[in-house]
């Protein structure tokens, strides 16, 4: 590909070119910050500077919280929960009626295919439709009790002051599932947005605002300093702290955040394994891994890591792969023909070409990819194939996060199982086959928190998305999501004569 120029957030072709903000979202301002400084958010595509954002100070992140803290108690006290689930339902709206805006600005920051960011859009816009609805389905329960004339009830109330602080793969849809439900509960939000995608937030917080979300309980704090997440998670007014990143980053935010007993939730690093047992359709697990394993150029916390195939198949089985992934086309994430956008920065490269060459000087055969695409000036690495990958590889406990397919063979559901389950990490893990004894005992004996049985999707508004081990705590979007910023009360009324 050519030289690309970065486009400038005016040449970006919104339709509503007020979408792309680039200052935070304080206490009802929008503001350069107390520092007045900028940063850079550079274009994956090219490499090259798209905008700077407005770049806050710690200062800024303590008035958000302060303002926050008064918000949630004024909104909880003057809302029903079908007036707040209406708020969202508004939001929705918006995010819907300004899609194609939401996913240029989401491809240009992010890199990834305008499809795909435009998928992400409506996954974002799904959260907040599903938590509108959950919003009036928070019941309480009552409890016979053990002592008479007595009753017991409990209440849901909002926790509080939630710090939210969101990873760059999934620009709009990280702030949607944590957001949309401290809403639905009542609860108020200071948003630290990742430094390379903050546009997405706040183009998403500014729709929020129109939709009629009150401005002390919503605050986008966009910064490059990490005493940030600090105050967040030390905070005493922050009552609530839900990260999505690194399981090292979320391990320091968890000790921190127990100085104050704030409640978490955690959506850390995975290793997915993704296994092909000798009986499964083997296009349908093909397509499967070209979801899981692909899907945002590798960059999910859900991909496939390990592709787990068995001896007897393998062989078909990365054939079969390798022409697909053949067929993708690498380029700019806003050109329509693009199927595989850049990686998110240089560190993120880096990473891929150490697994890459870690496996092959360890005995890897390498089937397509394996190199940078020659000619593009972004950030980008040739979708790869890799097999006789081993346990002795780098690539067997770490999260590549990026586009290798590494594939190991096994010749057991034994053997599969115990190598599927040989990681610290917990996240997803998928696996192919038609006989229904072994999709039980499997997705039984799978030691994740999401199972995907013949499909590489597993991500939806509805399903519980979260993590077991050192892949976190907590659950996010369906019925649990909502719990997760509540508290529950208990009332015990006694000396109830009738
Ligand atoms: C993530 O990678 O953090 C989220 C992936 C998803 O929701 O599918």
Redo the contacts with the bound molecule.
Sequence with gaps: MDSVLAPKPSVLGLRDPSLLVTDGLVAGQWRTGASGKTFSVTEPSSGEELSRCADLALLDFVEAIDSAYIGYQKFYSSTTAKERGGLLRRWNDLILENADDLAIILSSENGKTLAEAKGEVS?AASFVAWFAEEATRSYGNTIPSSYHNTTVLTFKEPVGVCGIIT?W??PA??IT?KIAPAFAAGCSVVIKPPSETPFSALALAKLALEAGIPSSCLHVVPTKDHNASLELATNPKVKKLSF?GSTGVGKMLTKLAAGTMKKVSM?LGGNAPFVVFSDADLDLAVDGAMISKFRSTGQ???CANRLLVHSSVVGEFTKKLVAKVESLKIGRGLDSSTTQGPLVNASAVAKVEEHVQDAVSKGAKLHTGGKKPAGLKGFFYEPTVLTGATTKMNVAYEETFGPLAAIFAFQTEEEALALANDTEFGLAGYFFSKDIGRVMRVAQRMQCGMVGVNTGLI?AAESP?GGIKESGVGREGSKYGLAEYQNIKCVTIGNIHM
Excluded: G
């Design positions: 996954y990873p793969n999934f849809a990280m599932r999505t959506e999910t916390c859900v991500s998305f």
